[in-house]
């Protein structure tokens, strides 16, 4: 066969998957092609398009070292590549969820590629269970976490790592050529830095996860969800090393291994009902009247709400397309409750900005907060922002690291400044309503106008 082998968001040398394949399979292959197609990220944050572009400068260079030079084209050009190497198959990830278009996905992908009169073949590189595998005893997916993650659990093993060498791949392997507009120099390696930082957390961090995890001011978090999203490290490599420190640290461990399989969770109930992308998991909720007040939205997405903790979180996104998971559930139940915008709206925001973004965990997320979703919060338990803030920032240390109007304000009124207006005025000279804005809306108030609104289904 003539195999092109896809290596978009599989940007790793070890553990791949894909390159384990190539080896179990050389016998069969009598022409081989790697082809990065390079998504459009236009519509994306600058900050967002850039990573993605730095990770693929140095998955290209670490590839170089390795005698591996693969054709680099847009998406759009893939088809007409197809037919210029006359492939007759394709190797391609099958499970991941991060890419920033739909598009991009395996289902539209794959029917790409038969249109052209090309074999495909699925491959899992990303995610840990087959879907199918983590079925009820219906044979349905679980919609439930908790009794998703006792039904799963059991099923976390040591798993061999991958065996191939990069001389077995380049000796067989085309060269390629860069046939974008992408020009590769100042790389870095990002898979070696993602190593790196998931070490550190194994031997550091994760020693606090159970305890501060939700703590905003302290970043007891591990960043694998920026790794996963870039196919930097494989989820069997991490399931891997939790389960060999496992007995160091119990409770730790068992906290950020309920973390990844939620990932999983979301991860099959996505494949099972793709259609809740864009639609409430939940049906009764799928006439909803929303808000789409504009100006609201602009307010949130500027982070000029008037709430510090939900404007110091936006902040953060719009600057360096991160967000802690702890505030994302704040910002997103601030946008679908206190101003009960359409979830679909944050949905897509996040999409634009969020670096280590992950359709599957951040609509079953933005669901979660919308009390439209699987499993989600019910409607009548509402985020109080100020009291978020005061629980997870209590002394101001991150609301202060976005918002340094605050700088030198005392933890008793940084939290709810409308309230404390006359006090930040007389003491720290800061005026609500021209220096930082007033509240655009008032919590009871809102809780209560949602309140009536859910109980009408």
């Known amino acids: ?31 081989l092609y790697f082809i990065l197609p ?15 572009y730095k990770v693929v400068k140095g998955f290209v260079n670490a590839l170089d070292k390795h005698d591996i030079q693969p054709y680099i084209v847009t998406y759009e050009k893939l088809g007409e590549l197809a037919e210029t190497l006359a492939l007759s198959h394709v190797l391609v ?19 790409a590629f038969e249109n052209h009169q090309v074999t495909v073949i699925g491959q899992r590189v990303n995610h840990y269970f087959v879907p199918t595998k983590t ?16 039904a799963n659990r059991q099923d976390l093993v040591h798993t061999p790592k991958k065996s191939y060498q990069f001389k077995q791949l380049s000796q067989i392997a085309e060269k390629g050529s860069n046939q974008s507009d992408l020009k590769f120099e100042n790389n870095k390696d990002i898979e070696k830095l993602a ?29 694998l969800g920026k790794y996963l999203a870039y196919g930097l490290l494989d989820i069997r490599e991490i399931i891997n090393d939790l389960l ?30 793709s259609e809740t992308a864009t639609k409430s998991f939940s049906e009764k909720y799928r006439n909803m009247q929303w808000s789409y007040n504009k100006t609201h939205f602009e307010v949130w997405k500027k982070g000029q709400t008037g709430y510090p903790i939900v404007d110091a979180a936006m902040k953060k996104l719009n600057r360096t397309g991160y967000m ?26 996040f999409r634009q900005y969020l670096i280590d973004y992950d359709n599957a965990s951040n609509v079953h997320g933005w669901q979660w907060s919308a009390s439209t979703g699987t499993d989600a919060v019910p409607y009548f338990r509402m985020f109080n922002p100020i009291r978020q803030s005061e629980r997870f920032d209590a002394q101001g240390y991150f609301i202060k690291t976005q918002l340094e109007i605050f700088n030198d304000v005392s933890s008793k009124y940084i939290h709810d400044p409308t309230k404390y207006k006359d006090k930040l005025q007389e003491i720290y000279h800061i005026e609500i309503g021209k220096d930082y804005p007033q509240t655009i809306v008032n919590h009871k108030n809102s809780r209560d106008y949602v309140m009536d609104k859910f109980k009408q289904f």
Do not use: C
Not at 135 to 150: A, E
């Open 93 to 111: 990830a099958k499970d991941i969820m991060s890419y920033h278009k739909e598009i991009y996905d395996y289902p539209h992908v794959k029917k």
């Open 38 to 52: 390079l998504e459009d990220l236009t519509d994306a944050s600058e900050v967002k398009r850039n990573y993605y």
């Open 324 to 349: 802690h998971n702890r505030l994302r559930m704040v910002v997103s139940q601030f946008l679908t409750k206190n101003l009960f915008i359409d979830w679909t709206w944050g949905e897509e925001y």
């Open 135 to 150: 079925f009820n005893k219906q044979q349905q997916p679980y919609k439930v976490f908790t009794s998703f993650y006792k």
């Open 195 to 223: 190593r790196k930082a998931w070490d550190d957390f194994l031997n550091g961090d994760i020693a606090h996860y159970d305890k501060l995890t939700d703590d905003v001011s302290q970043d007891f978090v591990s960043g």
């Open 1 to 31: 066969m003539h195999l092109g082998v896809i290596l978009n968001r599989v940007f790793r040398t070890k553990d791949n998957p894909l390159f384990q394949y190539i080896v179990k399979y050389q016998n069969e292959i009598n022409k």
């Open 244 to 273: 060999e420190d496992y007995e160091s640290d119990e409770k730790n461990f068992e906290a950020f291994i309920r973390e990844v399989l939620f990932r999983e969770f979301y991860y099959v109930l996505m494949t099972q009902y």
